[in-house]
DNA sequence: GCTTGACCCTGTAGCCGCTACAGACCCCAT
DNA sequence: ATGGGGTCTGTAGCGGCTACAGGGTCAAGC
């Protein structure tokens, strides 16, 4: 017999949200549990296994639709894993262009703080935005 | 007589979406023009200047509430700017977490990339979301 | 004068990835 | 019997746009 847990003792052994959990079974993620005679989702090892999955692929900063990409990856482990490696690269290229353009912001705010002591007329940072 | 300029005018001016400018314009961030007999929307100087700063903000990253803000100082040039000190100290911060945080996003990928001429079974990247 | 095509209008719905209710039901301990 | 937790469904909201549909308007060219 497999030991079935509820929704909230599957959120706090995942660290997801229980309503993010319904969500994701209702984008179809997740699979649908089965349900006690009243109504209560239950869950067994694979949903666990499926959505740590999850979890640590939105931790990674991967998208939904990269995530149900990369389980459909994961059910089939004879196939070869270029998608996986592509859509990896993909992600880390993105995550490096907006350190880049979050660097380049920081930049520019740097410049801009520390103005004053005065008065928004004198403001830097006013006037920066301003002119 | 001040020189009126429509909606596509003012869009190309300052870089910012027809559909955005009427957004700005539906939560009162931008306020509502004069309009032709046909209805049309008719902008002046003082629109051109408050979009250009608006889309100034943006580029920088602050949100819609702390441009609002932002514009309330502007239009207060005797007080003194601490809050925009304030605010963009606290943008700065928060651009500088998630630089960092991105960096160690980063890094894990960049550790778990270039995983594989093999199957999905020997899969590095697989593997680090299903363990 | 008429057509064409570019512009503009309103209103609404969608995007992403949740999050937050309201109002009900259920389970267990006291 | 009661109370306090957990759970259920369904829907609406967040930020900051973006994308229509279905219409009206304007100016240039014939």
Redesign the interface.
């Known amino acids: 017999m497999m030991k079935m847990i509820s929704i909230g003792a599957l959120g706090k052994a995942t660290g997801v949200n229980i309503e993010t959990i319904r969500y994701y079974e209702r984008i179809a993620l997740l699979p649908e549990p089965d349900r006690t005679s009243a109504g209560y989702r239950q869950y067994g090892e694979e949903h666990l ?1 499926r959505l740590s ?1 999850i979890r ?2 939105r931790d ?2 991967f998208s939904i639709e990269a995530i149900r990409a ?1 389980l459909r ?2 059910e ?7 998608d ?2 592509r859509m ?2 993909a ?2 290229a993105e ?2 262009r ?2 880049e353009e ?2 380049r ?2 930049d ?3 410049e ?5 002591a ?6 830097r ?2 006037d ?3 002119s």
Chains 1, 2 share one sequence.
């Open positions: 296994r999955f640590k692929g990674l900063g990369l990856l994961a089939h482990p004879e196939q070869p894993c270029e996986a490696d990896t690269a992600h880390l995550v490096e907006k350190i979050l660097g912001l920081r520019a705010l740097r801009m703080a520390r103005c004053c005065g008065t928004v007329a004198e403001c940072i006013i920066a935005l301003a």
